[in-house]
């Protein structure tokens, strides 16, 4: 005959004596204003702190944001990180951190979307609300784009890494820096030579940043299509979501056709950049990882067009 199976239950204190058990006491008496005028602002004491401070704000702040595109799809949601900040002169001890991200609420309620537009709207409203004299906002997110097979046309998302960096100081205006790093396939030339077949390729990544000319018209040119273009069309090869067998024979031997050094590509990619009206100073950052050995590869070119000169970087 079976018999019945019971599990034993310990009898545990109630909640709030498990509380007490791990430390939790019992609230002391109040003492100070909850009355927001009545609280002490330590952060608005003026005295001589010393130094003016470059830079004060918050960093690593995760939000959903709204972006637009030339490319499909031309309207998406992401993730952005951002980063606030403005100078303070010695006189004040600290900066109002609540209001970085008040006002970035503020702007999401309306629904704006993140563009250079906005991005300047913003960081004029928040040096007037910190009652400063600049104000700094940097947003990077990954800004998703349709990519289809060669041959098969079948489509998927790839995405590329965004940064927009916007300054805006009252005496002397704005400050727009952008920058987008995409990954790409690169053959070697020197396998290809030496070798009786076959060449070794790796993925690289190609990272571009750029400062724009004060007339620059987003509506018109969408930078984030024109740097990935600068990206991709000097590699040995793009890279694809989806590849059915006929598409993977065409980007293989496109890439054969192509071999790029890193250093090739770093001076090829700056070349497009230098042909852009809208560019009047960029970097190239180029990284390969090794497909046959443990390091990966760089190259880097730092241009001024306003100087037109080189810069080592």
Aim: charged share 30%; aromatic share 8%; net charge negative.
């Amino acid at each position: 005959m079976d018999k019945a199976r019971t599990i034993a239950k310990k009898q545990l204190p109630d909640k709030a004596q498990r509380h007490k058990l791990f430390g939790s006491v019992e609230p002391g008496p109040r003492t100070k204003p909850s009355e927001k005028s009545k609280m002490a602002d330590i952060q608005n004491t003026k005295k001589d702190f010393l130094f003016d401070l470059d830079a004060v704000g918050i960093s690593n702040v995760k939000h959903p944001i709204t972006i637009t595109s030339h490319l499909e799809p031309k309207r998406q949601t992401t993730i952005g990180t951002f980063e606030f900040s403005s100078s303070i002169k010695k006189s004040s001890k600290g900066t109002n951190m609540s209001r970085f991200t008040e006002q970035l609420q503020e702007f999401h309620q309306k629904g704006y979307a993140i563009d250079l537009k906005t991005l300047k709207t913003f960081t004029k409203e928040l040096a007037e609300r910190l009652d400063q004299k600049d104000a700094e906002i940097k947003v990077q997110f990954p800004w998703f784009y349709e990519r289809r097979g060669p041959q098969s046309d079948l489509s998927g998302m790839n995405h590329a890494d965004i940064t927009i960096r916007v300054n805006y100081d009252a005496e002397t205006g704005y400050t727009i820096e952008t920058s987008l790093s995409s990954l790409i396939t690169t053959l070697c030339p020197c396998s290809k030579e030496i070798s009786e077949y076959s060449a070794h390729n790796q993925r690289g990544e190609v990272t571009m940043t750029v400062a724009l000319a004060e007339d620059f018209d987003e509506e018109e040119t969408d930078w984030k299509e024109w740097l990935l273009e600068a990206a991709e069309s000097n590699a040995s090869a793009r890279l694809h979501p989806v590849l059915k067998r006929p598409d993977e024979k065409m980007v293989t031997e496109h890439a054969y056709e192509n071999p790029r050094f890193v250093e090739d590509l770093a001076r090829l990619v700056a070349a497009d950049l230098y042909e852009m009206s809208f560019v009047t100073w960029f970097n190239v950052h180029c990284r390969n990882e090794e497909s046959i050995h443990m390091h990966d590869a760089v190259a880097s070119i730092t241009y001024d067009k306003l100087q037109d000169e080189p810069q080592e970087g």
